[in-house]
């Protein structure tokens, strides 16, 4: 809606504002927000909660959608790190449920650290990735990221009980509880990690991010990294990127300075080469 002009965009404007204010009003628990309000208006996904006491998709959403200030965000980082990373990734709430609750509803069913209970989710996870790409937190980005792929060591792999060579549904979660099985691999292929950890790669790792005036260019190059190179085809163009780390910060659009980093009046069937220096 950030984008759209006159008096529709107004209107989606007004309404996120709205919305993102209710969220404040309603689920901010001090240190993250919590999941939602039961039909018996009980707030849960709270510090006061045993089980489910902090979600991974409140937070990324609150980020995203700009619900959430500097303050809090910095502090839902530090809460997610602190409850909800494991060495297997980030999981999508903390502690699983042990036992239904009815009014939480089928994730209390799921076994403890597996599908929606609690497990690394990879489709939620991404979520929050991509907010921490769009938030500048480059390194925590890619490490959760490189989290989502087995390996690189033999351990691993065999802990996860799959090669790197997809992006499972979920691994199992629940590494406190029960360390033995966690982040075993669901095997399941059918998952909505793929669109969103391709925008984490593309747009965040990568920095080639389609904005209403153009291309915009900011990669977020890892720090054991020295270069990355990619290929984006966007509005009909293709755009050949590199990427080298060289401490004097620069973007050349087919050699020439392109000093806000956006690429403007992108013409259908052309090549464009973009060197990057971080």
């Not at 510090?47 to 839902?76: F, T």
């Not at 996860?160 to 399941?188: C, D, K, M, W």
Request: glycine residues 10%; charged residues 25%; aromatic residues 8%.
């Amino acid at each position: 809606a950030s984008n759209v002009p006159g008096r529709s965009g107004a209107r989606w404007r007004d309404a996120a504002a709205e919305l993102n204010a209710a969220a404040n009003r309603h689920l901010w628990d001090g240190n993250w927000f919590a999941r939602g309000i039961t039909d018996d208006d009980v707030k849960f996904g709270i510090a006061a909660d045993k089980e489910g006491r902090i979600y991974l998709n409140p937070q990324a959403w609150a980020m995203l959608s700009g619900a959430a200030s500097d303050e809090q965000r910095a502090k839902m980082v530090a809460a997610v790190e602190e409850q909800l990373e494991t060495p297997h990734g980030v999981a999508m709430f903390a502690p699983p449920y042990s036992r239904m609750r009815d009014d939480v509803g089928r994730v209390t069913q799921k076994h403890p650290g597996s599908a929606e209970n609690g497990a690394v989710y990879n489709h939620a996870a991404s979520f929050y990735i991509h907010a921490l790409y769009d938030g500048g937190d480059g390194e925590r980005a890619f490490r959760l990221l490189r989290q989502m792929i087995p390996g690189p060591d033999t351990a691993d792999y065999l802990q996860r009980g799959q090669l790197p060579v997809f992006i499972p549904n979920y691994y199992r979660g629940a590494h406190r509880e029960v360390p033995r099985t966690a982040g075993r691999s669901s095997q399941l292929f059918n998952t909505g990690t793929a669109a969103w950890a391709y925008r984490c790669v593309i747009e965040g790792l990568c920095g080639l991010k389609g904005e209403r005036q153009g291309l915009r260019v900011a990669p977020q190059l890892p720090a054991g990294w020295n270069e990355l190179s990619a290929r984006r085809e966007f509005r009909g163009a293709v755009f050949h990127l590199t990427v080298q780390r060289t401490g004097v910060a620069s973007v050349r659009l087919d050699g020439e300075t392109l000093p806000d980093n956006l690429v403007r009046g992108i013409e259908a069937g052309r090549e464009y080469r973009l060197d990057v220096s971080v």
